[in-house]
């Protein structure tokens, strides 16, 4: 992790960020070689079920667009804890290079009213496995619902279901076990 560093910054990179287990016996290393946790994050995951009814009806839900990003950026400043945002990046350069580039075939959708960005979705499939992000502008958690509706709906029924979800979001985190059958089968630190 030293070395990683180390040629990292060597390299021009400005943070190397890190998921682990909570319970890794290498959280120690990682402190020694200069990694600070800064959040934490659950894995939930719902095997292969009958498909979610057809998405629901989401009156300003569309793809994202290339000019969506800024709007995307103001929601992170108001959804995420200021501890994550300092960690992953208080600028827009920082934040863009930050983000997961995931892999697979994936869609991002945003959600506007009166033309301001409150929610935004990314559902992505590989290998017979789906996956989803979703942030809510805490103004607007009454979209959380529908949204999530929509991200279920839009896997097959033979598709296995993950979501890596910050601990932040909580209230994301009571849906799905409560109402949508996941499981948690993993906590992970995350660190920069």
Same mark, same amino acid.
């Given at each position: 992790?030293?070395? $990683? ?16 287990? %909570? +319970? ?29 009814? #057809? ?27 200021? #501890? ?18 995931? +892999? ?8 506007? %009213? ?12 590989? #290998? ?6 979703? $942030? ?6 009454? @979209? =959380? ?11 097959? %029924?033979?598709?296995?279901? $993950? @979501? ?5 979001? #909580?209230?994301?985190?009571?849906? =799905? ?16």
């Amino acid at each position: 992790l030293t070395q $990683l560093s180390e040629t990292g910054g060597q390299a021009g990179a400005r943070r190397i960020f890190l998921r682990m287990p %909570k +319970a890794s016996p290498l959280l120690g290393a990682a402190h020694r070689a200069g990694f600070l946790v800064y959040g934490a994050e659950t894995l939930f995951r719902r095997d292969a079920s009958p498909s979610v009814d #057809s998405p629901p009806e989401i009156e300003g839900l569309r793809l994202r667009e290339k000019g969506d990003d800024v709007g995307i950026f103001r929601l992170y400043h108001a959804a995420v804890p200021q #501890s994550v945002r300092t960690a992953e990046g208080m600028t827009f350069e920082e934040w863009d290079a930050a983000r997961d580039a995931g +892999a697979g075939q994936q869609r991002e959708y945003v959600f506007l %009213k009166e033309d301001v960005l409150w929610a935004w979705l990314q559902v992505t499939r590989r #290998s017979g496995c789906g996956q989803f992000r979703l $942030l809510v502008h805490p103004r607007h958690e009454e @979209a =959380l619902r529908p949204l999530l509706h929509y991200a279920l709906s839009s896997f097959g %029924k033979h598709e296995a279901l $993950l @979501a890596l979800i910050p601990d932040f979001q #909580s209230r994301l985190q009571f849906l =799905l076990t409560e109402g949508w059958g996941f499981e948690e089968v993993a906590q992970y630190n995350t660190l920069v």
